[in-house]
Protein backbone atom coordinates (compact mmCIF):
# COMPACT_ATOMS: atom_id res chain seq x y z
CA UNK A 1 0.00 0.00 0.00
CA UNK A 2 1.08 3.57 -0.61
CA UNK A 3 2.69 5.67 2.73
CA UNK A 4 -0.30 7.67 2.56
CA UNK A 5 -3.08 4.58 3.27
CA UNK A 6 -3.95 3.83 6.87
CA UNK A 7 -6.70 1.65 5.76
CA UNK A 8 -6.87 -2.30 7.08
CA UNK A 9 -7.73 -4.51 4.68
CA UNK A 10 -6.78 -7.80 3.08
CA UNK A 11 -8.75 -7.62 -0.07
CA UNK A 12 -8.01 -6.27 -3.35
CA UNK A 13 -7.94 -2.79 -4.78
CA UNK A 14 -11.18 -2.26 -7.37
CA UNK A 15 -11.14 0.62 -9.56
CA UNK A 16 -14.75 1.63 -10.14
CA UNK A 17 -15.51 4.38 -12.80
CA UNK A 18 -19.57 6.10 -13.07
CA UNK A 19 -19.81 5.14 -9.44
CA UNK A 20 -22.08 8.45 -8.42
CA UNK A 21 -25.68 6.41 -9.05
CA UNK A 22 -26.66 3.22 -10.74
CA UNK A 23 -24.91 0.00 -10.78
CA UNK A 24 -21.34 1.72 -10.62
CA UNK A 25 -22.54 2.13 -6.70
CA UNK A 26 -23.69 -0.74 -6.17
CA UNK A 27 -19.82 -2.04 -7.52
CA UNK A 28 -18.54 0.27 -4.79
CA UNK A 29 -20.59 -0.71 -2.05
CA UNK A 30 -20.52 -4.23 -2.76
CA UNK A 31 -16.28 -4.27 -3.13
CA UNK A 32 -16.31 -2.21 -0.06
CA UNK A 33 -18.71 -4.89 1.99
CA UNK A 34 -16.43 -7.70 0.98
CA UNK A 35 -13.17 -6.15 2.43
CA UNK A 36 -11.89 -4.74 -0.28
CA UNK A 37 -10.51 -0.92 -0.86
CA UNK A 38 -12.32 1.15 -3.79
CA UNK A 39 -11.14 3.78 -5.70
CA UNK A 40 -14.73 5.38 -6.79
CA UNK A 41 -14.46 7.96 -9.53
CA UNK A 42 -17.21 9.79 -11.64
CA UNK A 43 -17.54 13.09 -13.11
CA UNK A 44 -19.14 15.04 -10.06
CA UNK A 45 -16.80 13.97 -6.68
CA UNK A 46 -19.25 14.96 -3.89
CA UNK A 47 -22.38 13.07 -6.33
CA UNK A 48 -19.95 9.89 -5.44
CA UNK A 49 -19.15 10.96 -2.08
CA UNK A 50 -23.17 11.05 -1.27
CA UNK A 51 -23.63 7.58 -3.41
CA UNK A 52 -20.89 6.06 -1.82
CA UNK A 53 -20.77 7.47 1.36
CA UNK A 54 -17.45 7.44 3.76
CA UNK A 55 -15.23 4.56 4.59
CA UNK A 56 -11.49 4.09 5.23
CA UNK A 57 -10.74 1.99 2.31
CA UNK A 58 -12.71 4.64 -0.05
CA UNK A 59 -10.92 6.66 -2.42
CA UNK A 60 -12.96 9.26 -4.21
CA UNK A 61 -11.49 10.26 -7.15
CA UNK A 62 -12.73 12.64 -10.38
CA UNK A 63 -12.80 11.47 -13.58
CA UNK A 64 -14.80 12.06 -16.52
CA UNK A 65 -13.95 8.67 -18.54
CA UNK A 66 -13.79 11.01 -22.18
CA UNK A 67 -10.51 12.33 -20.69
CA UNK A 68 -7.56 10.98 -20.88
CA UNK A 69 -5.69 13.07 -18.28
CA UNK A 70 -8.28 12.65 -16.10
CA UNK A 71 -7.93 8.93 -16.04
CA UNK A 72 -4.14 9.41 -15.84
CA UNK A 73 -4.99 11.49 -12.39
CA UNK A 74 -6.91 8.91 -11.11
CA UNK A 75 -4.88 5.89 -11.38
CA UNK A 76 -1.82 7.55 -10.58
CA UNK A 77 -4.22 8.90 -7.46
CA UNK A 78 -5.31 5.47 -7.00
CA UNK A 79 -1.51 3.91 -6.61
CA UNK A 80 -0.47 6.97 -4.10
CA UNK A 81 -3.31 5.55 -1.92
CA UNK A 82 -3.56 2.54 -2.17
CA UNK A 83 -0.21 0.97 -3.86
CA UNK A 84 -1.47 -1.19 -6.64
CA UNK A 85 -4.86 -1.76 -8.53
CA UNK A 86 -6.32 -5.50 -8.74
CA UNK A 87 -10.00 -5.17 -10.35
CA UNK A 88 -10.84 -2.35 -12.65
CA UNK A 89 -14.64 -1.97 -13.55
CA UNK A 90 -15.58 -0.04 -16.30
CA UNK A 91 -18.82 0.68 -15.65
CA UNK A 92 -19.35 4.64 -16.76
CA UNK A 93 -21.82 5.10 -19.84
CA UNK A 94 -24.32 6.81 -20.88
CA UNK A 95 -27.53 5.12 -23.39
CA UNK A 96 -28.87 7.54 -26.75
CA UNK A 97 -31.88 6.19 -27.82
CA UNK A 98 -33.48 7.24 -31.26
CA UNK A 99 -33.13 5.63 -35.15
CA UNK A 100 -30.09 5.89 -36.89
CA UNK A 101 -30.95 8.48 -39.38
CA UNK A 102 -32.72 11.22 -36.92
CA UNK A 103 -29.78 10.91 -34.59
CA UNK A 104 -26.87 13.83 -35.33
CA UNK A 105 -23.61 12.82 -35.71
CA UNK A 106 -22.89 14.67 -32.77
CA UNK A 107 -24.85 12.61 -31.00
CA UNK A 108 -23.41 9.40 -32.39
CA UNK A 109 -19.60 10.46 -31.41
CA UNK A 110 -20.50 11.50 -28.45
CA UNK A 111 -21.74 7.82 -27.96
CA UNK A 112 -19.14 6.36 -28.75
CA UNK A 113 -16.82 8.48 -26.86
CA UNK A 114 -18.34 7.84 -23.44
CA UNK A 115 -18.66 3.90 -23.95
CA UNK A 116 -16.01 2.85 -26.11
CA UNK A 117 -13.27 5.32 -25.96
CA UNK A 118 -14.16 6.29 -22.37
CA UNK A 119 -13.16 2.48 -21.31
CA UNK A 120 -10.21 2.59 -23.82
CA UNK A 121 -9.18 5.74 -21.89
CA UNK A 122 -9.55 4.30 -18.03
CA UNK A 123 -8.52 0.83 -19.47
CA UNK A 124 -4.71 2.32 -20.90
CA UNK A 125 -4.16 4.49 -17.80
CA UNK A 126 -4.56 1.39 -15.78
CA UNK A 127 -2.94 -1.39 -17.70
CA UNK A 128 1.03 -0.29 -16.92
CA UNK A 129 0.16 -0.28 -13.13
CA UNK A 130 -1.38 -4.71 -13.60
CA UNK A 131 1.51 -5.09 -15.98
CA UNK A 132 3.90 -4.01 -13.21
CA UNK A 133 2.16 -6.10 -11.08
CA UNK A 134 2.27 -9.13 -13.48
CA UNK A 135 -1.47 -9.72 -12.08
CA UNK A 136 -5.03 -7.82 -12.72
CA UNK A 137 -8.63 -8.19 -13.71
CA UNK A 138 -10.59 -5.69 -16.21
CA UNK A 139 -14.15 -5.76 -16.61
CA UNK A 140 -16.23 -4.12 -19.03
CA UNK A 141 -19.81 -3.53 -18.85
CA UNK A 142 -21.15 -4.45 -22.13
CA UNK A 143 -25.10 -5.04 -22.55
CA UNK A 144 -27.71 -7.06 -23.93
CA UNK A 145 -27.09 -4.32 -26.79
CA UNK A 146 -23.08 -5.72 -27.60
CA UNK A 147 -24.88 -9.57 -28.37
CA UNK A 148 -28.15 -8.22 -30.36
CA UNK A 149 -28.95 -5.09 -31.83
CA UNK A 150 -32.59 -3.93 -31.60
CA UNK A 151 -34.39 -0.64 -33.13
CA UNK A 152 -33.90 3.19 -31.68
CA UNK A 153 -30.42 1.68 -30.10
CA UNK A 154 -28.62 1.56 -33.31
CA UNK A 155 -25.73 3.59 -31.74
CA UNK A 156 -25.68 2.40 -28.47
CA UNK A 157 -25.53 -1.18 -29.82
CA UNK A 158 -22.68 0.04 -32.10
CA UNK A 159 -20.57 1.37 -29.14
CA UNK A 160 -21.24 -2.25 -26.87
CA UNK A 161 -20.99 -4.36 -29.77
CA UNK A 162 -17.08 -2.23 -30.26
CA UNK A 163 -16.53 -2.84 -26.27
CA UNK A 164 -17.00 -6.57 -26.87
CA UNK A 165 -14.87 -6.73 -30.83
CA UNK A 166 -11.92 -4.25 -28.30
CA UNK A 167 -12.23 -7.06 -25.28
CA UNK A 168 -12.33 -10.21 -26.41
CA UNK A 169 -8.92 -8.56 -28.49
CA UNK A 170 -7.34 -7.35 -25.55
CA UNK A 171 -7.87 -10.23 -23.35
CA UNK A 172 -5.56 -12.31 -25.60
CA UNK A 173 -2.91 -8.94 -25.41
CA UNK A 174 -2.90 -9.23 -21.64
CA UNK A 175 -2.70 -12.72 -20.82
CA UNK A 176 0.96 -12.87 -20.60
CA UNK A 177 0.98 -10.41 -18.23
CA UNK A 178 -1.06 -12.72 -15.26
CA UNK A 179 -4.04 -10.05 -16.33
CA UNK A 180 -7.39 -11.75 -16.55
CA UNK A 181 -10.66 -9.85 -18.71
CA UNK A 182 -14.34 -9.92 -18.20
CA UNK A 183 -17.30 -9.35 -20.37
CA UNK A 184 -20.69 -8.71 -18.61
CA UNK A 185 -23.71 -8.80 -20.48
CA UNK A 186 -26.60 -7.33 -18.43
CA UNK A 187 -30.15 -7.42 -18.83
CA UNK A 188 -32.59 -4.76 -17.69
CA UNK A 189 -31.77 -3.64 -14.09
CA UNK A 190 -33.44 -1.43 -12.02
CA UNK A 191 -30.59 1.50 -12.72
CA UNK A 192 -30.95 5.23 -13.15
CA UNK A 193 -29.70 4.04 -16.79
CA UNK A 194 -33.50 4.64 -18.00
CA UNK A 195 -33.36 8.16 -16.59
CA UNK A 196 -33.43 11.24 -18.96
CA UNK A 197 -29.69 12.06 -18.04
CA UNK A 198 -28.52 8.64 -18.62
CA UNK A 199 -30.82 7.94 -21.73
CA UNK A 200 -31.60 10.80 -23.84
CA UNK A 201 -33.64 10.48 -26.74
CA UNK A 202 -32.65 11.86 -29.92
CA UNK A 203 -35.00 15.06 -31.03
CA UNK A 204 -37.36 13.78 -34.23
CA UNK A 205 -37.03 15.16 -37.50
CA UNK A 206 -38.30 12.77 -39.70
CA UNK A 207 -42.10 12.13 -40.43
CA UNK A 208 -41.61 8.50 -41.87
CA UNK A 209 -40.84 7.32 -38.34
CA UNK A 210 -42.74 9.26 -35.79
CA UNK A 211 -45.21 6.58 -35.39
CA UNK A 212 -42.58 3.96 -34.32
CA UNK A 213 -40.60 6.55 -32.57
CA UNK A 214 -43.59 7.82 -30.02
CA UNK A 215 -44.03 3.76 -29.55
CA UNK A 216 -40.47 3.41 -28.98
CA UNK A 217 -40.19 6.72 -26.53
CA UNK A 218 -43.67 5.13 -24.82
CA UNK A 219 -41.87 1.82 -24.05
CA UNK A 220 -38.98 2.77 -22.69
CA UNK A 221 -40.46 5.42 -20.60
CA UNK A 222 -42.18 2.97 -19.07
CA UNK A 223 -39.50 0.92 -18.40
CA UNK A 224 -38.28 3.12 -15.40
CA UNK A 225 -38.69 1.47 -12.42
CA UNK A 226 -40.08 -1.46 -13.52
CA UNK A 227 -37.05 -3.48 -15.08
CA UNK A 228 -36.81 -7.04 -13.02
CA UNK A 229 -33.39 -7.10 -12.43
CA UNK A 230 -31.48 -6.48 -9.07
CA UNK A 231 -27.95 -4.08 -9.69
CA UNK A 232 -26.87 -5.16 -5.93
CA UNK A 233 -27.19 -8.68 -6.79
CA UNK A 234 -25.05 -8.17 -9.99
CA UNK A 235 -22.56 -6.49 -8.24
CA UNK A 236 -22.29 -9.40 -5.30
CA UNK A 237 -22.22 -11.95 -8.77
CA UNK A 238 -19.28 -9.59 -9.55
CA UNK A 239 -17.35 -9.64 -6.55
CA UNK A 240 -17.69 -13.39 -6.72
CA UNK A 241 -16.50 -13.98 -10.18
CA UNK A 242 -13.22 -11.46 -9.06
CA UNK A 243 -12.16 -13.23 -6.70
CA UNK A 244 -11.96 -16.55 -8.74
CA UNK A 245 -8.46 -17.60 -9.67
CA UNK A 246 -9.96 -18.03 -12.88
CA UNK A 247 -12.49 -15.37 -13.74
CA UNK A 248 -14.53 -16.32 -17.08
CA UNK A 249 -14.03 -13.90 -20.07
CA UNK A 250 -17.24 -13.30 -20.37
CA UNK A 251 -20.76 -13.03 -17.75
CA UNK A 252 -24.42 -13.08 -18.51
CA UNK A 253 -25.78 -11.51 -15.90
CA UNK A 254 -30.10 -11.93 -16.23
CA UNK A 255 -32.75 -14.43 -17.29
CA UNK A 256 -33.57 -12.21 -19.85
CA UNK A 257 -29.42 -11.36 -20.83
CA UNK A 258 -29.39 -15.55 -21.19
CA UNK A 259 -32.77 -15.66 -23.07
CA UNK A 260 -31.34 -13.02 -25.05
CA UNK A 261 -27.68 -14.63 -25.78
CA UNK A 262 -29.60 -18.02 -26.92
CA UNK A 263 -31.92 -16.56 -29.50
CA UNK A 264 -28.54 -14.76 -30.89
CA UNK A 265 -26.49 -18.25 -30.73
CA UNK A 266 -29.82 -19.89 -32.76
CA UNK A 267 -29.55 -16.74 -35.04
CA UNK A 268 -26.08 -17.24 -35.95
CA UNK A 269 -26.42 -21.30 -35.88
CA UNK A 270 -29.56 -20.62 -38.74
CA UNK A 271 -27.26 -18.11 -40.63
CA UNK A 272 -24.19 -20.52 -40.44
CA UNK A 273 -26.36 -23.54 -42.52
CA UNK A 274 -28.10 -21.16 -44.59
CA UNK A 275 -25.96 -21.61 -47.47
CA UNK A 276 -23.25 -24.28 -46.64
CA UNK A 277 -22.49 -25.48 -49.77
CA UNK A 278 -21.78 -21.73 -51.19
CA UNK A 279 -19.91 -20.13 -47.43
CA UNK A 280 -17.83 -23.22 -48.28
CA UNK A 281 -16.72 -22.38 -51.62
CA UNK A 282 -14.94 -19.12 -51.41
CA UNK A 283 -11.30 -21.03 -51.30
CA UNK A 284 -9.15 -21.25 -54.33
CA UNK A 285 -9.55 -24.35 -56.53
CA UNK A 286 -5.91 -25.33 -55.64
CA UNK A 287 -5.99 -24.70 -51.80
Do not use: C
Not at 119 to 142: E, K, Y
Not at 168 to 183: N, S
Amino acid sequence: MGADSDAAFDGDVWFVTGTSRGMGREFAAAALDAGHAVVATGRDTGAVTEAVGEHEALLVAELDVTNPADAEAAAAAAVDRFGRIDVLVNNAGISYKGFFEEMTMAEIEHQLEANLLGQMHVTRAVLPVMRDQRSGHVVSISSGAGLSGFAFSSAYAASKFAVEGWMDALAEEVAPFGIDTTIVNPGFFRTTLTSRESMPFTDPSIDDYAERRAEQMEWWTEQRGEQPNDPARLADALVEIAGEDDPPRRFIAGEDAIELAEERVAELSEQIEAYPELSRSMAYDDA
